[in-house]
Nanobody
Framework: QVKLVESGGTSVQAGGSLRLSCTVS????????MTWFRQAAGQERDGIAA????????YYDTSVHDRLKAYLDDAKNTLYLQINYAKPEDAAMYYC??????????????????????WGRGTQVTVSS
């Protein structure tokens, strides 16, 4: 069983930075693709960044790769998402999701929300201009 708990959501001014956290708990070690999704009001839930737990390999949506950084602190069992130069379009509910998979299906083309069985409850980010 995999349990995910997000934190760090806050209100930030445009141009500012923040870091989101996702604490991962697993009953047994599993090769996980860990992905950050976000969902703005009235929009679909979209994947934006992923880390493959066993290798640390990272994957990004092209629209965010220059401002967002996802990384895993294995010792803390925590996945992070650093958001720099925040924009109004970053305002959304951010979710941490995970699926058991080989690394080949952790890349962007596999980021369909129904394909992820494990989800956190989300953390809210607002951006003020």
């Amino acid at each position: 069983q995999v349990k995910l708990v997000e934190s760090g959501g806050t209100s930030v001014q445009a141009g500012g930075s923040l870091r989101l956290s996702c604490t991962v708990s697993m009953s047994t070690h599993t090769s996980l693709c860990m992905t950050w999704f976000r969902q703005a009001a009235g929009q679909e839930r979209d994947g934006i960044a992923a880390v493959y737990r066993d290798t640390g390999a990272t994957y990004y949506d092209t629209s965010v790769h220059d401002r967002l950084k996802a990384y895993l602190d294995d010792a803390k069992n925590t996945l992070y998402l650093q958001i720099n130069y925040a924009k109004p379009e970053d305002a959304a509910m951010y979710y941490c999701a995970a699926k058991e998979s080989p690394p080949s299906v952790c890349a962007t083309s596999w980021w369909k929300a129904p394909g992820f069985p494990h989800w956190g409850r989300g953390t809210q980010v607002t951006v003020s201009s």
